[in-house]
């Protein structure tokens, strides 16, 4: 999307290391943002989400990080394993629409 | 609940052939919309609805039509296909509130000779 810039594009990791995917959005009005995983073949699913008024949030092996200062978001998912191999977007919601990065393919090696 | 769901999965068209991408959801969502997805460019917004017969341009609109004529259904129209509308395309629905969890259907992937 226009207005979310992810990083990286590709992340291979070895199974129960950490992989961490960084966004960074342009407008300061944005108030939401989410991050979906997308298995092959399938739709994207929300996995886990960030309000503004909310600086970090858990669950179980992923969580998220919010600096409204700097604009950035980061997804973090600790103890890889072989099913969390998939893309993985970040979003940012403002004025109705959710404006999506352009994607992260991750893939966990046994 | 069906969720959303998405009709054709595939689908292969000539050039300046037209046809329509059926998405419904049963969830009596307001909101519906519709993404394209490219390699290397994420899910890019082509249009919305925030209800029945409201509907709006996202951020690659040209070349599609839709309509929003029940609460139900977001048809989406290619009038006369280009390859450059060669994708996958998926529709989305949750409700207007900014902070709802939104539904993807499982997409439908679109070939343009």
């Known amino acids: 999307g226009e207005n979310v810039e992810q990083h990286p594009s590709t992340l291979s990791v070895q199974e129960g290391d950490s992989a961490v995917i960084k966004c960074t959005y342009s407008d300061s009005a944005s108030n939401y943002f989410p991050w979906y995983k997308q298995e092959l073949g399938k739709g994207p699913q929300l996995i886990i989400d960030i309000r503004s008024n909310v600086g970090e949030k858990k669950d179980q092996r992923i969580a998220v990080t919010l600096n409204k200062t700097a604009k950035h978001f980061s997804l973090h998912i600790t103890e890889t394993q072989p099913e969390d191999s998939a893309v993985y977007f970040c979003a940012d919601y403002n004025d109705y629409k959710l404006s999506f990065g352009a994607g992260t393919t991750v893939t966990v090696r046994a | 609940n069906a969720g959303v769901t998405q009709t054709p999965k595939f689908q292969v068209l000539k050039t300046g052939q037209s046809m329509t991408l059926q998405c419904a959801q049963d969830?009596?969502?307001?909101?519906m919309s519709w993404y394209r997805q490219d390699p290397g460019m994420g899910l890019r917004l082509i249009h919305y609805s925030v209800g029945a017969g409201i509907t709006d341009q996202g951020e690659v609109p040209n070349g599609y039509n839709v309509s929003r004529s029940t609460t139900e259904d977001f048809p989406l129209r290619l009038l006369s296909a280009a390859p450059s509308q060669t994708s996958v395309y998926f529709c989305?629905?949750?409700?207007?509130?900014?902070?709802?969890?939104?539904?993807f259907g499982p997409g439908t992937r679109l070939t343009v000779l």
């Open positions: 989305a629905s949750r409700h207007t509130q900014s902070t709802d969890t939104q539904y």
């Open positions: 969830m009596n969502h307001e909101y």
